[in-house]
């Protein structure tokens, strides 16, 4: 990690900081058709993308591609409604590059968001899981190469990385929204093809409840700057092997526009309780 890529991370952020009224305490990143919260923001100020300095771009469709900054029930919130992915070829460092400028500009609480395979069979599609831990299983690290202390220490710790305080905060909104929420650990594989049964069969034995591409990135990036998170998936189908058809991503984001609303009325509960 080179004076470069914190130079970047730095102008990012001070051009964010630049345009909007009060600095975000709260950062929220909504992933495949989830990001209806960015539209209950109140005098949001949106930034496509593209007018960001060395922000990644993510083609996927389900993500919309802007930073969101405004208040949801009294407190500072910047929203990413969509974020780039490993398996379009991004490195790493630029997956976690959007957390990275959160933390910069002082938020101090993360909420990843996601559209997640059921590995657990309890689980049905529109189902809320809190992510109590995670399965990185993505061949790489995002903290791979020389460090720079100015993000954080060398070997971060990660025997919490979802905060417990923050999975309470999400189980007292899902009971005030009257929301089911469950929880369970998820698995991040790299993608884009969907896993093969087997590798189901395999995912369940090591404990893994839900499988997605996503996330585990931005939470060690967000944990390596001392930001306490919280992991909540969307289980939009079941994983292969599961059910006797096979998987489309049209099926992700037909549940998620679903289970959207939904959604959004947890986030906004959570928020106001963090």
């Not at 379009?88 to 968001?113: C, I, W, Y």
């Not at 009257?178 to 929880?183: G, K, P, Q, R």
């Not at 909540?232 to 099926?251: F, K, R, T, W, Y």
Request: proline share 5%.
């Amino acid at each position: 990690m080179d004076d470069d890529y914190y130079s970047q991370v730095r102008q990012a952020a001070d051009v964010v900081r630049g345009r909007v009224d009060s600095v975000p305490e709260v950062g929220v990143v909504l992933g495949s058709g989830l990001g209806g919260l960015a539209n209950a923001l109140q005098n949001p100020v949106s930034m496509p993308y593209e007018s960001l300095p060395y922000w990644p771009l993510s083609r996927v469709v389900g993500h919309e591609g802007r930073l969101v900054v405004g208040t949801l029930l009294g407190r500072s919130v910047a929203a990413l409604s969509g974020r780039c992915h490993a398996y379009e070829g991004h490195t790493l460092q630029s997956v976690t590059f959007a957390v990275r400028v959160m933390g910069l500009l002082g938020v101090t609480g993360l909420v990843l968001t996601n559209a997640a395979g059921a590995i657990n069979t309890a689980f049905t599609p529109g189902t809320f899981m809190a992510i109590d831990d995670h399965i990185n299983l993505m061949g790489a690290n995002p903290l791979e190469g020389p460090n720079d202390d100015r993000f954080g220490p060398r070997f971060p710790d990660m025997s919490q990385v979802y905060s417990a305080r923050l999975r309470a905060v999400a189980d007292r909104a899902a009971e005030a929204a009257d929301l089911t929420l469950v929880h369970g650990v998820y698995a991040a594989l790299r993608g884009p093809s969907y896993e093969t049964p087997a590798e189901i069969r395999y995912l369940r034995t090591i404990g893994a409840d839900a499988v997605g591409m996503s996330t585990v990135p931005e939470a060690i990036v967000a944990r390596h700057m001392g930001i306490e998170v919280m992991g909540l998936s969307c289980i939009s189908n079941m994983a292969a092997g599961v059910l006797p058809q096979p998987l489309d991503h049209a099926e992700v984001v037909a549940t998620t526009a679903r289970a959207q609303r939904q959604f959004a009325v947890l986030l906004e509960e959570i928020v106001g309780r963090l």
